[in-house]
């Protein structure tokens, strides 16, 4: 058996059958923003690999910075142990996070990191003698992860329904509706509508509700929506008003994916909770963290249980933390804002052409994310000649062809990643299940 003969009977990929599986691509290295494959051809990586890869792959700063650590300490429990890359990391959190969330808790992935935040949520209404108070109010056509928890967050009727079962309930308000940057008159009335309708189902709920939880602006991996940041104020309000711990899940926007280094910034207001990860360790290992204020740190410490109750095997890897480091001082000595601000210009000369096409519902772009909505997605064989046909790489899913571009490409690179979304969105609609495979 070849290599892609084994995967293809005994390993399963992400949201894939072991039954005739799509076809997979064996990758042999990296580089910026390219992929090298087994054969030998290059595809530009168009999604960031699920939006990681900010600084390029392979960078050698964060790859230096890995190799130096690994020659001191790979591993050690952060149970009775600390090392300095954590405590480094934790530092550099805290003076890039929006003012007072400079407590720290990491986590091994996303997902583990949106469960320690709403735990933290549940356990500081706990402390101050509100057991009553157990759920968190979240946003359809949010995404949140793929752990129990997380799925229970995120749209109920995206693209987890199939473990409803199982899930613990929360509360949902209606999609946010209003485009990041509709200011006409009907857009804002629409917008004081729903924020009416969020501070009514609030003030209706409020004893059971530990905490509001969004995507701040950019609802990615559900909806690919970009909403507007007035909505983020009104979530302040509510929180400030009930006391309910107000949690921004910057996993996927932060790291000046949608232009400021965090999206909710456009809001001018702070979360008291915030997760991050994917581009932390800028697509070099896995990591996230979860950041929380001073006030809700104290209030759980200070509650009879006293400790926070989560501990993963691997919190705080020291390598992971290391390239953590070497990433955050990459974010720190580029000037992304600008970049962003110019991938946003190319994309929208891309896709802007693209609007009232056959098939296309709308497009949109916000920062280093843009997104053709289509009716339904081109067949799998069409989808497989653009990327081949461009050597640029693209993961459609749901209804929606996008790309999410390395934060570092250059102007050529983002041409090229236009031309082949233009493409792919002017292939026809396939067939109906095409549709169904996800992020
Ligand atoms: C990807 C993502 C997660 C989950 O992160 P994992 O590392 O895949 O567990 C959570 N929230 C948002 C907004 C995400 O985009």
Redesign the pocket.
């Given at each position: 058996m070849t290599p892609l003969e084994y995967d293809r009977a005994y390993i399963w990929h992400p949201y894939a059958s072991l039954k005739n599986p799509p076809p997979v691509r064996q990758v042999a290295s990296a580089s910026g923003v390219n992929l090298t494959l087994a054969d030998g051809r290059q595809l530009v990586d168009a999604v960031s690999s699920?939006?990681c890869v900010a600084h390029g792959h392979n960078h050698p700063a964060i790859v230096e910075a890995i190799r130096r650590q690994s020659e001191k300490l790979c591993h050690v429990m952060f149970g009775g142990f600390t090392h300095a890359p954590a405590v480094e990391l934790a530092e550099r959190l805290a003076r890039i996070a929006p003012p007072g969330l400079n407590r720290v808790f990491f986590a091994d992935?996303?997902?583990?990191?949106?469960e320690v935040a709403v735990k933290m949520a549940i356990q500081y209404q706990q402390a101050q003698g509100r057991p009553g108070r157990g759920k968190m109010l979240s946003l359809k056509g949010?995404?949140?992860?793929?752990?129990a928890c997380?799925m229970a967050l995120?749209d109920p009727d995206g693209m987890h329904t199939l473990f409803r079962g199982m899930m613990p309930s929360h509360f949902f308000a209606e999609k946010p509706s209003v485009a990041v940057d509709d200011g006409t008159p009907e857009g804002q009335a629409r917008l004081d509508a729903e924020i009416a309708a969020l501070a009514r189902f609030a003030d209706a709920h409020a004893g059971e509700i530990a905490g509001l939880i969004c995507?701040p602006v950019?609802?990615?991996?559900n909806a690919m929506n970009f909403y507007h940041p007035r909505y983020l104020q009104a979530m302040r309000r509510i929180c400030d008003e009930h006391d309910f711990v107000l949690v921004f899940?910057?996993?996927?926007?932060g790291f000046f994916r949608t232009g400021p280094r965090w999206a909710h910034s456009r809001a001018g207001i702070a979360p008291d909770v915030m997760?991050v990860?994917?581009a932390l360790t800028g697509g070099h290992m896995?990591l996230?963290a979860t950041l929380a204020s001073e006030r809700v740190a104290d209030v759980i410490s200070n509650g009879s249980v006293g400790a926070f109750m989560h501990g993963p095997t691997y919190m705080a890897n020291p390598l992971a933390c290391a390239a953590a480091n070497a990433s955050l001082a990459l974010f720190d000595q580029a000037d992304y804002e600008k970049d962003v601000a110019r991938i946003a210009l190319q994309l929208h000369f891309a896709l802007d052409p693209l609007a009232g096409r056959p098939n296309v519902r709308g497009v949109r772009v916000l920062g280093a994310a843009g997104v053709v909505e289509v009716e339904r997605l081109p067949a799998r064989a069409d989808i497989e000649r653009v990327i081949d046909a461009h050597g640029v790489w693209l993961r459609p899913f749901a209804n929606f062809i996008y790309a999410m571009p390395p934060l570092v490409s250059d102007a050529a690179t983002v041409a090229r990643i236009g031309a082949a979304l233009a493409d792919l969105a002017s292939c026809p609609p396939g067939p109906e299940t095409s549709g169904d495979f996800h992020?």
């Open positions: 699920w939006w992935s996303g997902s583990i990191s949106v949010g995404y949140h992860g793929d752990t997380a995120s995507e950019f609802q990615a991996a899940d910057e996993i996927a926007a997760t990860g994917k896995t996230a992020e």
